[in-house]
């Protein structure tokens, strides 16, 4: 069971990326995937969450109408759309099974993936 994140980069402010995270040894048919970030010598952030079975989502206030999640059943993948970049958003982003809601962090421990970087040039 893995989940394997990609697609970070560097990027100037205002621009676009797309993670991707990647689901081996399960399906993606039900239960949760969270993104998380952390930037150097700041806490984990929860970023977004999707349910799989029912496509609800939930989005931290900081990247709200930014950023997008979605999943690919068929590729057993999910997507985390980043647009209108800014440099406050470079960090390493995680996908998780785990769910940030708000402050609360649902589904722990769950599976990690192993990250990617993330950076905004201003």
């Known amino acids: 069971v893995q989940l394997q994140a990609s697609g970070g980069g560097l990027v100037q402010a205002g621009g676009s990326l797309r993670l991707s995270c990647a689901a081996s040894?399960?399906?993606?048919?039900?239960?949760?995937i969270g993104w998380f970030r952390q930037a150097p010598g700041k806490r984990r952030e929860g970023v977004s969450c999707?349910?799989?079975?029912?496509?609800?989502?939930y989005y931290a206030d900081s990247v709200k109408g930014r950023f997008t999640v979605s999943t690919d059943h068929a590729k057993n993948t999910v997507y985390l759309q980043m647009n209108s970049l800014k440099p406050e958003d470079t960090a390493v982003y995680y996908c998780?099974?785990?769910?940030?809601?708000?402050?609360?962090?649902?589904?722990?421990?769950?599976?990690w993936g192993q990250g990617t970087q993330v950076t905004v040039s201003s």
């Open positions: 999707i349910n799989l079975s029912e496509a609800t989502t």
């Open positions: 998780s099974t785990a769910c940030p809601i708000g402050t609360v962090v649902v589904g722990t421990p769950g599976v």
């Open positions: 040894g399960f399906g993606l048919g039900a239960g949760t």
